[in-house]
């Protein structure tokens, strides 16, 4: 009878024990992608309140491309630190010559697995008004073992 109860007792706790391993990776995956995509919105707004602030000084924006020397540059005459070795920052003016302030994944980040490609792009219409962020699809596929039965499913063909 104890021989039962351990046995079942061994095999729930090795069933929860897989159901964990399978789990955990996706749940701190997604909250780390929801924490990133946060730190990335706010270092846009701080960028974005930046530019707003030393728009009336210059009387135009402080545009830089993506480039390493470039940014800090842009960011020292900003009067701003580099907000997060994470992302790639850039800000042009668009077609409307509205300021675009754009965020993407570092390469880094992108080789080391930490973080999936993900690119922000806050657009500022006019000096003294209020921007608006919106995220851009880099792709139509989740990532992850999601994708794993259609996967097989194609290869057992």
């Known amino acids: 009878m104890r021989l039962r109860i351990v046995n079942s007792l061994n095999v729930l706790a090795g069933t929860l024990a897989i159901g964990a391993a399978a789990l955990l990776p996706v749940v701190d995956r997604n909250l780390s992608i929801d924490a990133a995509r946060a730190e990335l919105v706010e270092a846009v707004g701080q960028i974005a309140k930046a530019e707003a602030d030393t728009f009336p000084k210059f009387e135009r924006f402080v545009y830089f491309t993506n480039q ?3 940014t800090a540059k842009a960011f020292q005459s900003l009067g701003i630190k580099a907000p997060s070795a994470n992302f790639v ?3 042009f003016a668009d077609a409307e010559n509205a300021l675009v302030i754009r965020a ?8 080391q697995g930490s973080l999936p490609p993900m690119l922000y792009r806050y657009r ?11 995220w851009t699809v880099l792709s139509g596929r989740s990532p992850g073992l999601q994708q794993l039965p259609g996967t097989l499913a194609a290869l057992l063909k």
Request: no cysteine; charged share 20%; hydrophobic share 45%.
């Open 68 to 70: 390493p020397q470039d």
């Open 89 to 91: 920052f850039e800000a």
């Open 104 to 111: 993407f994944t570092a390469p880094a980040a992108l080789q």
């Open 124 to 134: 500022v219409r006019a000096a003294g008004t209020e921007g608006a962020g919106e």
